[in-house]
């Protein structure tokens, strides 16, 4: 595995339109893992066409790697690139693993696989290969863990930047102490941000004291969200 691919240059990649014949990713922060298999289908295969009849989708528990591999090696119907996603990697047996690891040893050029989980075991013949290729470059081997510190940040940044609004020092701070590393809620938050400030006469800059605001209008309604589930309860309790 390259030493300065990490999950955020991936997905920069990926939204460029590249991928790889061999990905995985593993690791706690789901959010980033999802994205980037959405992000690596598009890449792959697009958005448009008979997108249908190049993908794959398998899930670890009875999964066949045989099966997977003759997926993975199956040529494209009208079309450049077959996607084939693997979710639950953890929850294959070992022997169905060792298939998948002849597989990664030569991959198809034309087949985007995608293998995503909690996690993998590093001993694994599976795990060796697929850190082998990705160490040539003809793969990739992330472990994407919940984001911290400048990386929380970096992330932050990022999502302003797509939607093309910037956002001052201190708003940024702010908005990470309120939403802290639920990467969800912070996708959210600034799309709300977002929409906010470009209903201030197209301003298209987040200040703190719209964060502040728009932070204080998710509580509050947050709460009173709460206080009607409560009092649904109480009155479905009161009529049983």
Known sequence: MSDELDIQTFLGEARQGK???????????????????RLLKNASIGSAGIRGFNED????????????????KTLPMMADTRFVLVRDIEDVANAELEALAEYVTKPSPSTCLVLMGEKLDGKTKLSKAAKALAAKGGGAYLVVEPLKGALLERFAQGEFKRRKCAVDADALSVL??????????????????????????????????????????????????????????KAKVAAD
Do not use: C, Y
């Open 57 to 72: 989708v398998f899930h670890g528990q009875g999964l066949s790697g045989a099966k997977v591999a003759a997926a993975a």
């Open 176 to 233: 990470i102490d309120s939403v802290g590393n639920d990467l969800a809620a912070m996708e959210a938050a600034v799309e709300r941000l977002t929409l906010f400030v470009s209903g201030e006469g197209g301003q298209g800059r987040v200040t703190r004291h719209a964060v502040e605001e728009i932070i204080e209008r998710v509580r509050v309604d947050t709460v009173w969200a709460l206080v009607d589930a409560i009092g649904l309860k």
């Open 19 to 37: 991928w790889r014949p061999v990905n995985v990713l593993v690791g706690a922060e789901h959010f980033l893992i999802e994205r980037a298999a």
